[in-house]
């Protein structure tokens, strides 16, 4: 049996010594038959904690019970013809999941159902998907950089909307964490995360912003919706604010679960944290070895953590000193790490050739 969420934060000082104690539980996928075979592009967890997807380079989508470690315990989802590059939950639905692959379709899955109920036709690979907060929408990336919005309505089938070219690498994106989309966030290979109003307006009212008015915490809560641009129109992103983060690309991003801080990850190996009151770089964390695949915070904010896929071993950071207070060590690079979304210190992380693990999830003390 699992251990009860902690029913508070737990403090720096006391971390070290009950992270300590958490057991760690394999989850091992029979896809598995050699190096490689199975390699996990990608980790989601549901909004309540209780599932967890990979998604691998072999097409395979599978979802697991972290308490139920066996594999007959698990959900398999096939549909897609290429290597799944990302998944992504609902955020308010804990059994619809969307995924994206290089055979350049967008699918959205009952996971109850182990069902296909809708298939968007891309137009090219897809690189990644996130979701906005109130499930409206989800928006997809490209591998030629190019956004593709799908909307999802109640009771509809989920349709598409205007393609939104990029002129930069874009890598990932994020939307404002409550409420509809009004704010969109996204990492370059210019080293900069654009801060962006959502939804797109007509490409010569975006013209018209230069990208430098001042930012503060309130860019991130809901403010009204403008009505969107009709489809077929002419539609591009109009840019509040640039965060000049890294000398290189800016790979990943993630918001605090408060909302205070924003890490960006790198090429650089380096993981920049921005206080989200002034837009402030106030720390940055350069303990990996590799470019940032991922970030990732603890569910109350205190903690982040950043996946590469060169070096070994998973540190966390405390994000209000930058401070190491603890390590996962790893036989091999963990590229896809991510903390337990509510009251739980687990992490998940992948790299490990016997299949996805989770940190916490075999028992422990905290």
Same mark, same amino acid.
């Given at each position: 049996?699992?251990? +009860? ?34 390699? @996990? ?13 990979? *998604? ?15 594999? /007959? ?5 096939? *549909? ?12 308010? /639905?804990?059994?619809?999941? +969307? ?10 899955? &009952? ?77 370059? #290979?210019?080293?900069?995360?654009? @801060? ?35 489809? *077929? ?27 205070? !801080?924003? +890490?960006?990850? #790198? ?6 944290? !921005? ?25 109350? *904010?205190? !903690? ?10 998973? &540190? ?28 739980? !210190? ?17 028992? #422990?003390?905290?």
């Amino acid at each position: 049996m699992a251990p +009860a969420p902690p029913r508070k934060a737990v403090p720096k000082d006391r971390f070290p010594a009950l992270f300590a104690t958490l057991k760690t539980q394999t989850y091992h996928d029979p896809s598995t038959r050699g190096p490689g075979s199975h390699t @996990i592009r990608t980790i989601a967890w549901n909004p309540t904690g209780h599932l967890i997807a990979t *998604g691998s380079s072999d097409r395979s989508i599978r979802i697991w019970n972290p308490e139920k470690p066996q594999v /007959k315990n698990s959900t398999e989802l096939r *549909g897609h013809t290429g290597a799944i590059q990302r998944v992504a939950w609902n955020p308010t /639905k804990e059994a619809e999941l +969307a995924s994206v692959s290089s055979d350049g379709t967008c699918r959205f899955w &009952d996971v109850k159902t182990r069902t296909c109920i809708a298939t968007i036709q891309l137009g090219d690979e897809g690189v990644t998907v996130g979701w906005a907060s109130d499930g409206s929408l989800a928006l997809v990336v490209r591998r030629d950089d190019i956004l593709i919005p799908i909307h999802l309505h109640p009771d509809s089938t989920p349709t598409a909307g205007n393609p939104l070219p990029q002129s930069v690498q874009t890598n990932q994106t994020i939307f404002n964490p409550v409420g509809s989309p009004t704010t969109l966030l996204l990492t370059t #290979g210019e080293g900069s995360v654009k @801060i962006c109003s959502w939804p797109p307006s007509a490409t010569t009212a975006a013209a018209a912003t230069n990208g430098d008015t001042p930012l503060h915490h309130s860019t991130l809560v809901p403010s009204r919706s403008s009505t969107p641009v009709p489809p *077929g129109s002419s539609v591009s992103l109009q840019t509040l604010h640039t965060l000049h983060a890294h000398t290189s690309a800016c790979i990943s991003l993630a918001l605090s679960p408060t909302s205070r !801080y924003l +890490a960006i990850g #790198g090429s650089d190996a380096l993981i920049s944290l !921005y206080d989200t009151h002034d837009w402030i770089c106030r720390r940055t964390l350069s303990s990996l070895s590799g470019s940032v695949k991922t970030v990732s915070f603890s569910w109350d *904010g205190s !903690y982040v953590i950043g996946g590469s896929d060169e070096g070994t071993g998973i &540190d966390i950071a405390h994000a209000e000193t930058g401070e190491i207070v603890a390590r996962i060590e790893t036989s091999m690079p963990a590229p896809c790490v991510s903390w337990h979304p509510n009251g739980k !210190y687990w992490i998940a992380y992948s790299g490990d050739p016997a299949g996805l693990k989770i940190v916490g999830a075999a028992g #422990g003390g905290l």
